[in-house]
């Protein structure tokens, strides 16, 4: 048998914040875990469960409390230099570009090894090649896209030649075709050898690791294969993750482990199940087989000749929302000048842009990295100035070529708040109840009022009063959002600008987030939420806008936006429910039988309703016992 390249013996390590001064400890909890040259290992868990410790106790950055981690034999303990066969990616790739020109960045860490210029200069170009960007070697880092620094800060990792990988939520803040690109270079490196453990909250991306590694409060709670550990959603949600959409769809329609095996894992999988059965269901004859009403075309069409055109460019629409007094309009926003924020990012430029913000209704903003979006929510929150365009705000206009955010009339100022996509970048606070009540104390408000605004804030967003003397720097990512969006609320805005607020959370995060901004949106306020989990977007947007290039290339009912065909184009990818509609197309094409009825089904659960509706369920015969639908052969 191949000797492990890494071995974990009952290790512990624990690192923490201070509330209040008391320690707030998170870590591993006597971790043992074995791993192979050549195996991807998928890490998941709820926030706070011990992944990035236990990335960082691999690499060597964090010092154990217990037990023993050995890399290709040598205990790191007593052989530091073995940490040299292992290299770690952080969650954010800034944190470890250090350098103006990314080929002197790539060339750092193998330059601290004392390699000859040579040497450096050929590891340099081969890890620029491996990562798709050998044509940016003289390119600054920050003039990159979120996804090419993802992949440069990689470059940096790979030129010291690690023969172990450790990367933290490589794909967590990526658009869909940045994260598929990351994927394929992670895929390529476990194809070459390497051991790769990545750790990630999104269980689509872990079904095609070789292994699944669950932790729960710092101890392993399962390891083995996606088709054990994924596979079951009742366990998934018991450990605080959120089961594929493929699983949801599944469970919903009774699918039973004895008769079937494994619930698929993806909605290619689970699409060629629902058109196994609908075969299954024709040959029988049974009196509503799969697919007897195709979903509607652009035309509501159906029959067989629907089916065979593919998928539909449209789902059902919502119906238009009705006339509201005032919104967050912006209008003909053009952007020819570069801008640079705190992180030294350039700025997408914007032309012609446009949307619209009605209260008591969502907006999503979506867009490939680089489309324009945060650009144009900090014009929306007043935060930065346009070349030209206007911003008008419940009828009260602002027009550019304007001197910043001074020159914003206060009507404008007072009612938008904008929530960054990283909460500590608005931090002033040294406890919760002192950042909340932050913005209250800036107007000037009396000492009641902005206790009372405080504690209303805290309420709706769901923070507890134990939490108030704490610092929010040392909550979860979750509660940092909350606390980030309470401090918003306390001001009383009535709109509200969230750029990524789900990204990086785990379940039970991106669930609570969800039900704060669903919640405000039915208390009046409007929402303008920029994303890239299409599952946000398809369970929250009344009104979508997608943004490419600077300019909208769509609008509309989000039912009849996130169904479009091209969306791809546009660097997105479908809500779940539109994309399994897609792959039963697909499977009709090949004869395999067609879609069910779907009255623009979104989400996983909508997705599951619509096929019940249509008859498909998985659960056996209670006549028979059998699910083919003929006495089991």
């Not at 320690?23 to 890490?43: K, N, W, Y």
């Not at 300019?551 to 989000?558: E, I, L, M, Q």
């Amino acid at each position: 048998m191949t000797p492990a390249l890494l071995e974990l013996s009952a290790v512990r390590a624990r690192y923490g914040g201070t509330a209040g001064g008391a320690s707030v400890p998170r870590g591993l909890d006597g971790v043992d875990l074995t791993a192979q040259a050549g195996e991807l290992i998928a890490i998941v868990g709820a926030n706070g469960s011990g992944k990035s410790t236990l990335l960082r106790v691999i690499a060597g950055l964090v010092r154990i409390e217990g037990g023993s981690v050995r890399i290709a034999g040598s205990d790191l303990a007593t052989h530091p230099d073995a940490r040299r066969l292992v290299g770690i990616l952080l969650q954010d790739p800034d944190d470890q570009l250090i350098a103006s020109r990314l080929e002197d960045d790539v060339a750092f860490g193998p330059e601290a090894l004392g390699l000859p210029s040579a040497e450096i200069a050929a590891r340099v170009e081969q890890a620029l090649g491996a990562v798709g960007l050998g044509d940016r070697a003289s390119r600054s880092p920050r003039d990159l896209s979120g996804g090419e620094r993802q992949r440069a800060a990689l470059a940096g990792v790979l030129a010291c030649r690690p023969r172990c990988l450790c990367l933290d939520e490589p794909t967590a803040h990526l658009d869909p075709v940045a994260a598929a690109a990351m994927r394929a270079t992670i895929g390529r490196l476990r194809a070459d050898g390497h051991l790769v453990l990545f750790s990630t909250h999104d269980m689509s991306e872990a079904v095609h690791a070789d292994r699944v590694v669950v932790l729960q409060a710092g101890r392993v709670a399962a390891d083995g294969p996606p088709s054990r550990v994924v596979g079951e959603s009742a366990h998934l949600r018991a450990w605080g993750l959120e089961p594929p959409p493929a699983v949801v769809v599944a469970a919903r329609l009774a699918w039973d482990v004895r008769m079937r095996g494994p619930r698929p894992l993806t909605l290619r999988a689970l699409a060629a199940e629902v058109s196994a059965l609908a075969a299954v269901q024709a040959r029988y004859r049974l009196a509503r087989p799969v697919g007897q009403v195709p979903p509607p075309g652009p035309t509501g069409g159906g029959g067989a000749e629907a089916c065979e055109s593919g998928p539909p460019a449209t789902a059902a629409r919502r119906e238009d929302p009705p006339p509201v007094d005032g919104g967050l309009i912006l209008c003909g926003v053009h952007m020819a000048r570069e801008h640079r924020f705190g992180s030294g990012r350039e700025a997408p430029i914007l032309d012609r842009f446009w949307l619209r913000v009605a209260p008591g209704r969502c907006l999503c903003l979506l867009g490939r990295g680089g489309a324009g979006k945060t650009t144009a929510t900090r014009i929306a929150a007043g935060l930065l100035a346009a070349d030209r365009g206007s911003l008008t705000v419940d009828g009260v206009a602002v027009s550019w070529p304007l001197a910043g955010r001074r020159g914003m009339p206060i009507a404008v100022r007072s009612r938008v708040g904008v929530v960054f996509q990283r909460p500590e970048d608005q931090f002033f606070g040294e406890t919760v109840w002192e950042e909340v009540a932050f913005g209250p104390r800036q107007r000037a408000w009396s000492a009641a009022a902005v206790r009372s605004a405080v504690a209303s804030a805290c309420s709706a967003v769901g923070l507890p009063s134990a939490l108030w003397d704490r610092s929010p720097f040392s909550l979860s990512g979750g509660e940092k959002r909350r606390v980030a969006v309470a401090g918003i609320l306390a001001c009383a805005p009535r709109y509200l600008i969230l750029d990524e607020p789900t990204a990086g959370l785990d379940a039970a995060g991106r669930a609570s987030i969800r039900a704060v901004l669903a919640g405000l949106r039915d208390a009046g306020h409007g929402v303008l939420l920029v994303t890239h989990r299409m599952e946000d977007a398809a369970a929250l947007a009344d009104d979508v806008v997608v943004v490419d290039g600077g300019r909208v290339v769509a609008s509309g009912g989000a039912r009849s936006v996130l169904s479009e065909t091209r969306l791809s184009t546009w660097g997105l990818e479908p809500p779940p429910a539109v994309a399994l509609q897609w792959e039963l197309h697909g499977q009709c094409a090949k004869g395999r039988g067609a879609p069910a009825e779907w009255e623009g089904a979104l989400t996983a659960a909508e997705a599951a309703d619509a096929l019940a509706r249509a008859g498909v369920t998985f659960a056996p015969d209670p006549r028979t016992g059998c699910t083919d639908g003929g006495g089991c052969g």
